[in-house]
């Protein structure tokens, strides 16, 4: 009997894992959980129309991929083609949150461009399986499918496929 329950675990686990080449389930994150900086809910449905890429970041590690973020802001490609959302894991760093959302505040100021969330709970390290205490690079494509994960630092072969995969999609 506990391996019938434990197999059915593993499978529901795995169902809500995180596919390349699917639209993964969807996910809210809102009140306690985190949300927007503006305090609103938001939800992963939105991850469609355009490509998106989404930086999944415990605030400990926020320098590791930023060569790619710098190269992806210096592209400026078109807004209405591909955008970015930036989602901090702030349960994954021992800094406490009355520091860094007023950081994120300053941050969304700063890059008006970029959307940022608090994930306060580990909603998508929970639900998607993404690498916790890391930095995780995903992107989708305009109907909402996963096209690119990585968990963790970018080599620069890396964050040149990342930029043809990229331009390949607008």
């Not at 809210?28 to 809910?41: L, N, R, S």
């Not at 590791?64 to 083609?81: C, F, M, P, V, W």
């Not at 894991?89 to 949150?97: G, K």
Request: hydrophobic share 45%; glycine share 4%.
């Amino acid at each position: 009997m506990k391996k019938i329950i434990l197999s059915l675990c593993i499978l529901s686990a795995s169902v809500m894992a995180i596919e390349l080449g699917k639209v993964p389930s969807a996910v809210t994150i809102k009140g306690k959980e985190g949300g927007k900086i503006d305090g609103t809910a938001w939800s992963s449905s939105m991850l469609k129309g355009k490509m998106y890429i989404l930086f999944y970041v415990d605030p400990d590690k926020k320098e590791l991929n930023q060569e790619l973020a710098d190269i992806l802001k210096s592209k400026n490609y078109d807004r209405s083609k591909a955008d970015s959302v930036a989602v901090i894991n702030l349960a994954a760093t021992w800094l406490p949150n009355a520091i860094l959302e007023p950081m994120l505040k300053k941050k969304q100021k700063e890059f008006p461009k970029t959307l940022y969330v608090k994930d306060k709970k580990k909603v998508l390290v929970k639900k998607w399986h993404l690498a916790d205490d890391n930095s995780d690079i995903l992107i989708f494509d305009k109907t909402g499918k996963l096209i690119y994960k990585k968990f963790g630092k970018l080599s620069a072969l890396e964050i040149k496929k990342v930029i043809a995969l990229i331009e390949k999609n607008l």
